[in-house]
Each structure stands twice: as structure tokens, then as C-alpha cells.
């Protein structure tokens, strides 16, 4: 008869049990109907997209892809007391680089302190520039598409060595390339590149 009182609390404790999960999965049915959802908002904001003023669907945006493979020697942002505007990455003289994304070859030859460089619009605003390059592959006016082959990395104009200056501008202010590309690897990471020449 010593056990009855022990048996009658484990009795109760198991119908506090019971009641606590019935009420966990009333709260779970009333959470799956409250909606919209985040996700069903994110899903009805991709379906109002609006249109190319020619009325065909808008295009998906070109990819952006690493405009060379190499170290990053030098990051965005002050350096030596002035702004460094861009990212600097190390690699051997004759290195392939590409163009980050499609668009509008707008500079590609000499300019001070870079040596030689190609600059690309890439439209709304956007413009790309890369610096101290040992040898330019387009000419003004070019249209190229992301990853084309625009010229080869160098160590010319004021350069400590061989590498890419590559430079972002939004609305003719530079932005910190690795934000823009979410991640320093994504600057960097060129799978399959050719071997250096
Ligand atoms: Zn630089």
C-alpha cells in the first residue's frame, strides 16, 4: 500500500504530460494557418517583378563571376592614408582576366597611376575598372559578356607588383567589391582557369 500514493503521482504527472503536448500541437496547427508566410511573401515578390518597358519579361541579370585567380593582397578601404577604392589581387604577369559581368567595354589603354586599364559599363550605374594590366584584349565600344577574356594581369603604373586592381563603382562612388560579391572567395574562385601563359 506504500507504492498507492507514488503510483497516483506518476498518474497525474502523466496527465500533465498529455495536456502539455495537446496544447504544443494546438499552437503548431494555429501557426501553420496564420498566413502569409515569410517564405509565400518572398514567393508573391518574385512574381511582381515588373516588366522591361518593351513589355517581354525582364531578363535575368548577367552572372558575376571572379575577374581573375589569386591572392588579395590588399583589401578595400584606407590604406597609407588615402582610400584604396578597390581589391588588389596578386597573381603572375600574363594571368587571363575576365570581365566580372556583361556589359560595355568604355576605357581599355593608358591611364595614370593604373598604367594601362579597361574599365566596363555594366549599366544601372555600375562600372568596373582593372588596373595596372600588362596587356589589354578589347576596344572601346565593345560588347562583351561576363567572362570574356579581357586582358592579362601586369605590374604597370604604380604597382608593387604584379597584380589586378579590380574596382567597382555604383553611381560613380566605389563600393567594397567583396560586399558586392557577398564573399572574398567569390572574387577569387575561378574554377577550370587556364593555366598562366
Ligand atoms: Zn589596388
Known amino acids: 500500500m506504500a507504492t498507492l500514493p507514488g503510483r497516483k503521482a506518476n498518474i497525474a504527472a502523466l496527465g500533465l504530460l498529455l495536456a502539455v503536448g495537446l496544447s504544443a500541437g494546438a499552437g503548431s496547427a494555429a501557426a501553420a494557418d496564420d ?40 583589401g578595400f578601404g584606407m590604406r597609407w592614408g588615402s582610400m584604396h577604392e578597390g581589391v588588389d589581387i596578386a597573381n603572375e604577369v600574363g594571368t587571363p582576366i575576365r570581365a566580372a559581368s556583361a556589359g560595355t567595354v568604355i576605357d581599355s589603354g593608358p591611364a595614370s597611376g593604373y598604367g594601362l586599364w579597361v574599365r566596363i559599363d555594366h549599366g544601372r550605374g555600375r562600372v568596373t575598372t582593372y588596373g595596372h594590366v600588362d596587356a589589354t584584349r578589347v576596344h572601346v565600344g565593345q560588347k562583351v559578356e561576363s567572362a570574356d577574356p579581357i586582358a592579362t594581369l601586369g605590374n604597370r603604373g604604380q604597382s608593387t607588383g604584379p597584380h589586378l586592381h579590380f574596382q567597382i563603382d555604383v553611381s560613380g562612388k566605389a563600393v567594397d567589391p567583396v560586399a558586392f560579391y557577398g564573399e572574398p572567395e567569390a572574387l577569387t574562385d575561378w574554377p577550370g582557369h587556364p593555366s598562366n601563359s
Open 35 to 74: 498566413r502569409p508566410g515569410p517564405q509565400d511573401r518572398a514567393t508573391s515578390a518574385r512574381a511582381q517583378v515588373p516588366r522591361a518597358e518593351s513589355g517581354e519579361p525582364a531578363k535575368s541579370p548577367a552572372p558575376w563571376v571572379a575577374p581573375t585567380w589569386g591572392e588579395i593582397s590588399s
